[in-house]
């Protein structure tokens, strides 16, 4: 053990105490100390008593291409001994973004995207989308489009615009009031939805039109944009059916209104194409991403802007397309020179093609688990490697499970050999693009462990 390791008592006894967690009750962190990681390799993590697990939470959807991606920390300890930070704000920037710029330009061609705004992390990335959404309208001499619609059920991380977007009250209640003229319509989850619709394809018809009748009622001219996640991600892993991303693209278009595609999630190949929107067969006038982007291993971010903006922002002689907006840490040397390795390995280890054919054995494995025990009451994904477990006590009454029940499951797998998430009713899955069958299985056989032990 070298010197600047405490031992395993010392991070024991201290676990929780002088640290606040993000989405956790402080006292409960306290009562029931996290689990301290120490370690990982591959796909793995190791904790503090050394047991080892397969990460089937990949970080926190981020760490794409697992735990021991050379190049991309390889390329995070050269560029700090070139250039540890420069800033990019008007009038200097860095060799490694430039680079990056141009390698994301082509990455995102097929979608339309032209243009990268680099950022900190996803809910930067989204608070940018967001600003420019409404600085492009007031550009164009509309100044009165100023509101935002999205998603009941999704999720856009936590800056007040982020939240005041999303579509869960977990994460809106405490901190309102919010950012005024935010509009939600119903997510097209087939599962518990106000229609009582089970169709896929009706619902997407349905949720479409409630689109349609809040636009009509909002009036069309006074909204900015539309965001969404193609797969809804945090909110539970909903996938719409296909028809829903194009239709909402078209409605988008006709009343003038940007799509904003938050792939935070989504993009470098998560659902089994490049991007979430590639996967729909849409381009969204931006694309919000981070996460996957340096694999974890530093925060950095980037809004993809499509040449429709482009046109409208470079060519304004007014001056009201000056960008007052951005981040101490965008277009972070070391961030970029990371983004640039992690691009590179992604796309020579082509991860989509992983992604699919991982996530047909996990989505097979888990509608398997559904069959065994009657606590699984929804089983969603089959688009790569992001899928859901939906517990509920009662399959008839769709009633949630409890809090006991859901973390003894989630502790059984853990000890089984896989970490999984919980968030509220839902068990979430999003390990790796590199995992391979065998550990598809362990997390499989893990959740099954844990599924019996309470059944």
Not at 36 to 63: C, F, M, P, Q
Not at 165 to 176: I, S
Not at 260 to 274: K, L, N, P
Not at 344 to 361: I, M
Request: proline share 5%.
């Amino acid at each position: 053990m070298t010197a600047h390791q405490p031992d395993a008592n010392f991070l024991k006894e201290h676990n929780a105490r002088s640290l606040w967690h993000p989405m956790a009750h402080p006292g409960d962190s306290l009562a029931n100390p996290p689990t301290i990681i120490t370690g990982a390799s591959g796909v793995r993590i190791k904790d503090v008593d050394g047991h080892e697990a397969v990460d089937a939470v990949g970080g926190l959807w981020n760490v794409n291409l697992g735990f021991s991606c050379q190049p991309v920390k390889d390329a995070i300890a050269a560029q700090l001994d070139v250039l540890p930070y420069y800033s990019i704000f008007r009038g200097t920037t860095n060799d490694q973004v430039i680079q990056l710029a141009e390698e994301l330009r082509a990455f995102f061609a097929p979608d339309g995207l032209s243009r990268a705004f680099f950022t900190s992390g996803g809910s930067d990335s989204v608070e940018t989308a967001l600003r420019l959404a409404r600085q492009y309208h007031k550009v164009r001499g509309e100044p009165s489009r100023v509101k935002y619609l999205s998603l009941k059920k999704g999720y856009h991380g936590t800056h007040f615009g982020g939240a005041s977007v999303n579509g869960n009250a977990n994460f809106r209640t405490a901190y309102e009031p919010l950012l005024a003229g935010c509009h939600h319509i119903p997510a097209p989850y087939t599962y518990r939805n106000p229609f009582n619709e089970t169709d896929p394809e009706r619902l997407a018809q349905l949720c479409l039109s409630a689109l349609e009748d809040e636009i009509a009622f909002q009036g069309a001219g006074t909204i900015a944009a539309f965001i969404m996640e193609p797969i809804l991600g945090a909110g539970g892993v909903i996938p719409p059916h296909e028809s829903f991303m194009p239709g909402v693209a078209e409605i988008c278009r006709k009343h003038g209104i940007l799509l904003i595609a938050d792939e935070v999630i989504t993009a470098f190949g998560r659902t089994g194409s490049w991007s979430g929107s590639r996967h729909w067969g849409v381009q969204p006038d931006m694309m919000c991403t981070a996460k996957a982007i340096t694999n974890g291993y530093f925060p950095f971010g980037a809004l993809m802007i499509s040449e429709r903006l482009v046109e409208v922002f470079e060519k304004d002689e007014s001056g009201k397309a000056a960008i007052g907006h951005g981040y101490t840490y965008s277009g972070h040397p070391v961030g970029a020179a990371a983004a640039l390795a992690c691009l590179a390995e992604t796309k020579r280890l082509d991860v989509p093609s992983n992604a699919a054919a991982r996530g047909t054995q996990v989505f097979n494995g888990l509608k398997s688990l559904q069959d065994k025990y009657s606590l699984i009451g929804d089983v969603r994904g089959g688009h790569g490697l992001m899928s859901a477990l939906e517990l509920v006590s009662d399959r008839t009454t769709k009633a949630a499970i409890d809090k006991k029940t859901i973390n003894t499951i989630q502790e059984v797998a853990y000890q089984n050999g896989a970490m999984v998430r919980v968030s509220g009713s839902n068990i979430i899955l999003s390990p790796p693009l590199v995992l391979t069958e065998v550990d598809a299985a362990q997390i499989l056989s893990a959740l099954d462990a844990g599924f019996a032990a309470v059944s």
